[in-house]
């Protein structure tokens, strides 16, 4: 369960919040909702991009055990975002192979942490999700991670696509992670500075992106099951990228 102390409940606490500058990652509105306070946590919430879910009261009597929510929840992230411009530029001017994992939509928490927790063993020099359909770094995601959410700078943009940009003018090869191609992850050069791109559990990379990629790739399976567990794909592909640069 996600810690209690992440959570917060009702209109003025959580615009509050929102003011105060902390980092929210979800807000759970109830639907149907109005009033001159919804209406402002609403103007808030689109100002500051964040993500939110429409749900029934009954969701919201569960987040709160019942308390007095007003209509209301809020998820703070336990965690303070990255700018990417800034990671870009201090990655380089570190002398580093900049390596960097682009996460399109990752939806459990469970996989993400994971996906968190191999990069920072793996060296990777940060992470980039979007602010909308990503699951939120909750006590979940930080427990799955073993404490590596905290020791790898994770950043937010609107869309992947506008970090795509952002890399491939710091020319930055873009790799994407997909059983649509032929070619094998081997065969990419990972020696290169390079952000490899993850696509989410259900439906992969969205196609719009891999329009946009410089390389994509994939891993040999053997077996009748045609995909890997989303995390366990990521660690052949950052694996990859160590075992070529160490060679």
């Known amino acids: 369960m ?23 990652s979800k807000v759970y509105l109830q639907k149907d909702l109005g009033g001159h306070l919804f209406s402002e946590l609403n103007i808030l919430i689109k100002r500051h991009n964040i993500a939110v879910s429409h749900v029934p009261v009954e969701k ?18 336990p965690i303070e975002f990255t700018d990417l411009d800034t990671l870009i530029t201090t990655t380089i001017e570190s002398k580093k192979v900049p390596l960097f994992l682009l996460l399109d939509q990752i939806s ?52 992947i696509k506008d970090a795509i940009y952002q890399f491939q003018a710091a020319d930055i090869q873009l790799v994407a992670a997909t059983e649509k191609t032929e070619n094998l992850i081997y065969n990419v050069d990972l020696k290169l500075p390079t952000a490899i791109i993850m696509g989410s559990e259900e439906r992969g990379i969205n196609p719009s ?6 390389s994509k790739a994939k891993l040999p399976l053997f077996g009748e099951i045609d995909s890997l567990n989303v995390s366990v794909a990521c660690g052949a592909f950052l694996y990859e990228a160590i075992r070529q640069r160490l060679a």
């Open 209 to 214: 992106i891999l329009k946009i990629v410089d």
């Open 60 to 77: 919201l009597n569960r987040l709160s055990k019942n308390s007095n929510h007003q209509g209301v929840a809020a998820q703070i992230s």
């Open 2 to 24: 996600e810690n209690e102390v992440s959570k917060i409940f009702g209109l003025r606490a959580v615009i509050e919040a929102i003011n105060s500058g902390k980092t929210i």
């Open 108 to 159: 459990d928490v469970r996989n993400f942490g994971a996906i968190i927790r191999t990069a920072e063993c793996t060296g990777v020099h940060g992470i980039i999700i979007q602010k909308q359909g990503n699951a939120p770094i909750s006590a979940d995601t930080v427990k799955t991670s073993a404490g590596a959410a905290f020791k790898i700078p994770i950043c937010k943009v609107d869309h």
